[in-house]
């Protein structure tokens, strides 16, 4: 006999009180989870993604048939491939637009980067997950063992550091000196070092940028390697950490084109003066700057080959 209850009987002459049920207004529809034997199809439903409604609520008492969203499971990212415009419940299955590898045969089959070459990948972060194949990032073979450092010669002072070689668009006229200052403060802030410790030479070839930062030990060195290789991971990763980094951007307009090697390597920075021989004239001086000058130049070349090295093994080989 409360008015105001779901229940009310204006008939009523004697209150039951205990039956009154409260007025809560809500779509009564079921959802497929509460679905039972008599809703169901007698074989079980044929098709558990469609039917029922998104946003039962277990504890209406009144329908409201207006809010009743209809229960569609489906992808419902507007920025996924396979969006479902009629989805109204996610279905955690969504898939990005990421280019990776995706032939089984492939070491790295559902990678999204090159740097997976041996086990395949398996991601828990669905937006990692490739979905476009890109057979530049599959590879079939083995990688070689990293090419080892070249011997320097006795007298050589030898420091740790991290290379980073990578090709670039543009011009090489593009790389003012203010771009390569602010290429060298965005390396020196990522890697904790001041800007007196990153070298970068640019050379031709498209443009091949070679960012040398100097480490205080070997250990320090792979520390740099481990904390720059996620941020050159690919191409699009190097490319925002340079161009909108928040230390100091280099132009948009200048792109890495190609993916980056990160190694922890040693260099030659110095060479001790050899012992004077008991008598040496000029002669044998000028015979000993032709080889000091003749030593510099292998080792800079050691080091461009053993950056060649590594490059020429990421690249992708097949099987014979």
Same mark, same amino acid.
């Given at each position: 006999?409360?008015?105001? +209850?779901? #229940? /009310? $009987?204006?008939? &009523? !002459? %004697?209150?039951?009180?205990?039956?009154?049920?409260? *007025?809560?207004?809500?779509?009564?529809?079921?959802?497929?989870?509460?679905?039972?034997?008599?809703?169901?199809?007698?074989?079980?439903?044929?098709?558990?993604?469609?039917?029922?409604?998104?946003?039962?609520?277990?504890?209406?008492?009144?329908?409201?048939?207006?809010?009743?969203?209809?229960?569609?499971?489906?992808?419902?990212?507007?920025? +996924?491939? #396979? /969006? $479902?415009?009629? &989805? !109204? %419940?996610?279905?955690?299955?969504?898939?990005?637009? *990421?280019?990776?590898?995706?032939?089984?045969?492939?070491?790295?089959?559902?990678?999204?980067?090159?740097?997976?070459?041996?086990?395949?990948?398996?991601?828990?972060?669905?937006?990692?997950?490739?979905?476009?194949?890109?057979?530049?990032?599959?590879?079939?073979?083995?990688?070689?063992?990293?090419?080892?450092?070249?011997?320097?010669?006795?007298?050589?002072?030898?420091?740790?550091? &991290?290379?980073?070689?990578?090709?670039?668009?543009?011009?090489?006229?593009?790389?003012?000196?203010?771009?390569?200052?602010?290429?060298?403060?965005?390396?020196?802030?990522?890697?904790?070092?001041?800007?007196?410790?990153?070298?970068?030479?640019?050379?031709?070839?498209?443009?091949?940028?070679?960012?040398?930062?100097?480490?205080?030990?070997?250990?320090?060195?792979?520390?740099?390697?481990?904390?720059?290789?996620?941020?050159?991971?690919?191409?699009?990763?190097?490319?925002?950490?340079?161009?909108?980094?928040?230390?100091?951007?280099?132009?948009?307009?200048?792109?890495?084109?190609?993916?980056?090697?990160?190694?922890?390597?040693?260099?030659?920075?110095?060479?001790?003066?050899?012992?004077?021989?008991?008598?040496?004239?000029?002669?044998?001086?000028?015979?000993?700057?032709?080889?000091?000058?003749?030593?510099?130049?292998?080792?800079?070349?050691?080091?461009?080959?053993?950056?060649?090295?590594?490059?020429?093994?990421?690249?992708?080989?097949?099987?014979?």
């Amino acid at each position: 006999m409360d008015p105001t +209850a779901a #229940n /009310y $009987d204006a008939q &009523a !002459t %004697v209150n039951s009180n205990t039956w009154c049920i409260p *007025v809560v207004t809500g779509c009564m529809m079921p959802s497929p989870s509460y679905l039972g034997p008599a809703q169901a199809a007698p074989a079980g439903r044929a098709n558990l993604r469609d039917g029922g409604a998104a946003n039962y609520m277990l504890t209406a008492t009144v329908n409201s048939v207006s809010t009743c969203s209809i229960y569609r499971l489906g992808c419902t990212s507007s920025s +996924a491939r #396979n /969006y $479902d415009q009629y &989805a !109204t %419940v996610d279905d955690g299955n969504c898939w990005y637009n *990421v280019a990776g590898c995706l032939n089984r045969v492939a070491l790295n089959f559902n990678c999204s980067y090159v740097q997976y070459d041996t086990d395949g990948c398996s991601y828990t972060d669905r937006a990692l997950v490739p979905s476009i194949h890109d057979e530049g990032i599959c590879r079939y073979t083995y990688n070689p063992p990293p090419v080892a450092s070249p011997a320097f010669p006795p007298g050589a002072v030898v420091v740790p550091v &991290a290379l980073i070689e990578m090709t670039m668009s543009g011009d090489i006229a593009d790389y003012t000196p203010t771009v390569v200052d602010n290429m060298k403060a965005t390396f020196a802030a990522a890697s904790a070092v001041t800007i007196d410790k990153v070298t970068i030479v640019i050379t031709a070839g498209s443009v091949v940028v070679v960012v040398t930062i100097e480490a205080t030990s070997t250990a320090a060195a792979n520390t740099l390697q481990s904390t720059l290789a996620p941020l050159l991971a690919t191409p699009a990763l190097a490319t925002t950490f340079l161009t909108t980094g928040t230390t100091t951007p280099i132009p948009s307009t200048l792109a890495v084109v190609s993916t980056p090697i990160v190694v922890a390597s040693e260099i030659a920075t110095a060479f001790s003066p050899a012992p004077a021989p008991p008598t040496i004239g000029a002669t044998g001086a000028n015979v000993g700057a032709v080889i000091g000058g003749i030593i510099a130049v292998l080792l800079i070349v050691g080091v461009i080959g053993m950056l060649y090295q590594r490059r020429k093994a990421q690249e992708k080989t097949y099987p014979a």
